[in-house]
């Protein structure tokens, strides 16, 4: 709706890399919910859709020694870099972790990651050898079990980006510490850089946002679902009587800012009773039972 102003398009990407946390429930409801919002986009695709390229991709990075295969355990690959420790296995030739990567690929080296090769003594740790793809047996709910093996989103997000024609790149200042991991991988497989914008994520006064903290009252029964009214998701906000109109106005005002805030549903419901005010006709009802019938002579 406001791509307009720089005749710019929108590309619509589903993150799906991890089938452990992926549900097609979830993808139905995104893409309702942006319909309801009156967002509209030039292109829908998935991750998914690009895993052979991005397996192609990290052939090309362990040919020019710019990754690696490894099994050390998780909690010791954990340690050895926020200890700043090289692994055992990244002097390992380039003959043997092709060997492995493929032997991954099939399912037949579980106990393996692959791993790019950074800068284990850098300060930003984002930088110390991160995974970027790794072994998973869960089918996957749009490929099955045709892959045994997902790239990590840090890995996938920056190449698929440059791959689908991504010129501006926005992210909230959370991610901070990882635009030079995004960078690298750019540069790493020889891709142009991007413009990146940081800007701060919404915060909401006294209210849980994480997906996660909100799925375990989902799960738990504790609410009816998604659209509970007491979730600050826009189904559960659209059924407390907030308007699509005022959740436009709400977003555009916060505009690009950097700096982190704290918002109040004050404001939210000021928008909306600004809005819905001059078209919403109010009554006023008495309950039957504690009603009292009152009968006015003399009157004009």
Known sequence: RYDYAYAGEMLFRFDDT???????EFVEAIIEDTKTLGITW??????????????????????????????TPVEQMREERNKKIESACR???I???????????????????????????NNNGAL???????PCSTPHQRTGTKYKAYPMYDFACPILDSYEGVTHVLRTNEYADRIPQYQW?????????????????????????????????VDTGRVEGWNDPRFPTLRGVLRRGIRVETLIEFMLEQGPSKRSNLMEWDKLW??????IDPICPRYVAVS???????TIVNGP
Do not use: H
């Open 270 to 275: 000021a928008i909306n009773k600004r809005i």
């Open 42 to 71: 030039k292109r829908l695709s998935y991750m998914s859709d690009y895993f052979d390229y991005c397996f192609d991709v990290m052939r090309g990075m362990i040919r020019n020694d710019k990754a690696f295969m490894d099994n």
């Open 288 to 294: 039957v039972e504690k009603a009292s019938r009152i």
């Open 128 to 134: 110390r050898d991160p995974v970027i793809a790794r």
């Open 18 to 24: 991890n089938p452990e946390k992926e549900k097609n």
């Open 91 to 93: 002097n390992n030739s």
């Open 185 to 217: 991988m750019l540069k790493a497989v020889g891709l142009p850089p991007m413009e990146i914008y940081e800007y701060s994520r919404l915060n909401l006064e006294y209210t849980v946002l994480s997906k996660r903290k909100l799925n375990w009252f």
């Open 95 to 121: 003959e043997k972790n092709l060997e492995l990567f493929e032997l991954m690929l099939a399912g037949k080296a579980d106990e393996y990651c692959l791993r790019a090769k950074i800068d284990m003594q």
